[in-house]
């Protein structure tokens, strides 16, 4: 599978695929944010440093950064987001440098704007996973994510839908991409591998 997503990478700079985790890691990976204490989830902001802002109006998400503290199955994420970031810095010379991710809830009706996860020229985030952790879903749930072109028209290339098992790879710069409403609770990890652009004179902000 690492091979399918490189190959789409390099031709189309995305890649969706399905099963990409075996359902029982799938499953205790729900369990494992699902039983996180709500008082420890926290909104999700948008921009990025002294910038950052929680903005219903764009996304109304609740996030928790995921740390192999979480236990078994985040580990088995982080170790899987690592043999990734390996593969394709064998095969595509991508220069990943470091990995974060989080869980993230959308209660129904939440959903969030189109967006992209890096800006041109300041980008350190390079590529974005998404993983959802969704037992069942269907057409009529809503809470597709939308994956958009950025050639000036913003055609639509794919929409997704946030069925458990399902990865999207992308390139962070160049897909605008949104998450619908949901009718039903929604749930995903986004992740993103960042290059390393710190010196001693300007280091990397934190997310
Ligand atoms: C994000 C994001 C997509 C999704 O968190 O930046 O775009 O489908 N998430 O959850
Ligand atoms: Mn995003």
New binding site residues.
């Given amino acids: 599978m690492f091979d399918l997503i490189a190959s789409d990478l390099r031709q189309k700079g995305y890649s969706v695929q399905k099963d990409a985790l075996s359902p029982s890691v799938v499953s205790e990976l729900l369990r494992t944010f699902t039983s996180i204490p709500s008082g420890e989830l926290k909104q999700?902001g948008i921009g990025r440093a002294q910038g950052q802002h929680a903005n219903s109006e764009i996304?109304g998400?609740e996030i928790a950064w995921i740390e192999s503290a979480h236990g078994g199955a985040a580990g088995q994420w982080l170790e899987f987001s690592a043999q990734l970031q390996q593969y394709l810095n064998r095969n595509l010379m991508l220069g990943l440098f470091s990995f974060e991710s989080?869980f993230?809830h959308?209660a129904p009706g939440a959903f969030?704007k189109t967006?992209v996860?890096a800006f041109k020229g300041q980008a350190n985030r390079v590529l974005?996973v998404?993983l959802?952790l969704n037992p069942e879903w269907g057409p009529e749930d809503g809470g597709e994510?939308v994956l958009y072109s950025d050639q000036g028209t913003q055609a639509v290339l794919e929409k997704?839908q946030?069925l458990g098992g399902t990865l999207?790879v992308f390139l962070s710069e160049d897909f605008p991409?949104?998450?619908r409403p949901a009718k039903r609770d929604?749930y995903?990890i986004?992740g993103w591998y960042r290059v390393n652009t710190s010196s001693t004179l300007r280091i990397d902000p934190p997310a």
């Fill in positions: 999700a996304r998400d989080h993230a959308y969030y967006h996860d974005s998404v959802y994510m997704i946030p999207v991409h949104e998450v929604r995903s986004a």
